[in-house]
């Protein structure tokens, strides 16, 4: 891992973002680029030039200030980091970045959700989820000392999250970690262990994986909901990171048991990260 991009907007999430992307930069040797979004509405557009140059001056003046009180931290000590600045709120832009930086990770702060309301879906967060190539991890806390001891990827073993799957494995090499693969088995879709083996089984065949040892490291696990049945089983086992497949068009709902992706994403007390299908 070389590059990682860290989204921010200068609250303290987005802070726990960047100090967590500084844990993994030192750790792999990466360099950190910092992106901020301005956000200007379009009807800056529509004012006259003096106006339009004013406002971009101030914005940007503004900015730097915010940089400078952001990127002013011991734990970015010794690591390259870049500063990049977009006009627009576009987040399909950060692929653009992506491409140019041949960036590995983005690493992006999210409240999550409070309550019933649902901070994630709809968010800043979940848009770069939806739009982004590479996987996002997601950060909710402050995370002084960053390390990923146990994780779990979560499938129904439909062989279209098998690439997900297989490109979490390689982001978990970095931690030294070989991730549970962790399926809830539900009263709607009840199978039987007969049933789950078999679907396993061809799962880690296709991934080439057909040993035994991957076989232990397999988790079925029985629950109400699949969104109980994730969170339960990750709270008993002091799972440290959660990773879910994810669709462009439709962000993290939608790819297995109906849209749990989202309510994990809100929800989970652990870190999130998400693999493109």
């Known amino acids: 891992m070389k590059t990682i991009?860290?989204?921010?907007?200068?609250?303290?999430?987005s802070e726990y973002a960047l100090q967590v992307a500084a844990s993994i930069a030192k750790d792999q040797k990466a360099e950190i680029i910092v992106v901020h979004m301005l956000g200007l509405a379009d009807s800056y557009l529509t004012k006259d030039e003096r106006q339009e140059v004013f406002d971009a001056i101030y914005f940007m003046k503004l900015t730097k200030q915010e940089f400078s009180k952001l990127l002013d931290k011991d734990y970015l000590k010794g690591i390259d980091v870049t500063q990049v600045v977009k006009t627009h709120k576009v987040f399909s832009e950060l692929k653009e970045i992506a491409r140019e930086y041949e960036a590995d990770l983005i690493v992006m702060g999210s409240h999550g959700a409070t309550g019933m309301k649902e901070v994630f879906v709809g968010s800043n967060t979940e848009k770069v989820v939806r739009t982004s190539d590479l996987p996002v991890l997601i950060i909710k806390e402050r995370i002084t000392d960053f390390k990923i001891d146990k994780a779990v990827f979560v499938t129904d073993f439909d062989l279209k999250t098998l690439p997900s799957f297989l490109n979490a494995r390689d982001f978990f090499k970095?931690?030294?970690v070989e991730p549970?693969?962790?399926f809830i088995n539900i009263p709607?879709?009840?199978?039987?262990?007969?049933e789950m083996q078999l679907k396993a089984y061809n799962f880690l065949i296709d991934a080439g994986m057909d040993n035994k040892?991957?076989?232990?490291?397999?988790?079925?696990?029985?629950?109400?909901?699949?969104?109980?049945?994730?969170y339960n089983?990750?709270?008993?086992?002091?799972?440290?990171?959660?990773?879910?497949?994810?669709?462009?068009?439709?962000?993290?709902?939608?790819?297995?048991y109906g849209s749990i992706g989202e309510d994990i994403a809100n929800h989970a007390n652990v870190p999130v990260i998400t693999f493109r299908m």
Request: aromatic fraction near 16%; charge should be negative; proline fraction near 3%.
């Open 5 to 13: 991009i860290v989204p921010v907007d200068f609250s303290e999430h």
């Open 174 to 176: 970095i931690f030294k």
């Open 180 to 182: 549970q693969i962790l």
């Open 188 to 194: 709607e879709k009840f199978m039987s262990t007969t």
């Open 213 to 230: 040892k991957f076989q232990e490291n397999i988790i079925f696990y029985n629950d109400y909901t699949a969104e109980k049945g994730v």
């Open 233 to 256: 089983y990750c709270n008993e086992s002091k799972i440290d990171a959660i990773a879910i497949p994810t669709h462009g068009r439709t962000g993290l709902g939608h790819f297995f």
